[in-house]
């Protein structure tokens, strides 16, 4: 089974319009490798990753803070999210029984 955390994730609107960036760490709580992901839900853009690291710890984190301060310079109104709590699981995972 493999799970993993988004680290930060940022919400960016303009119009009607909305993008969603978010640093994701397949293996947390280490750090690396990590990944950049990217989505455009209002015109059905799934997420998908702008940038990876293997070896750069910080490497993820820097690209996303960019990216959306690149954003924000376009005109875009970015907010971020609190995400830190938030897991992805990969597989199914049977509900722990409650012991009495």
Known sequence: MSTGAFANSWTCQKADLTRHV???YPDEPVRLPCKVM???PTENVMPH???ESENTQDYCEQ???EFVAKLASMGWRCTEDD???D??????TTPAQASG
């Open 63 to 65: 690209k996303a803070t």
């Open 83 to 85: 995400r830190r709590q």
């Open 22 to 24: 978010l640093v994701f």
């Open 87 to 92: 897991t992805i699981e990969e597989s199914e």
């Open 38 to 40: 990217y989505s455009k």
């Open 49 to 51: 990753p702008l940038w």
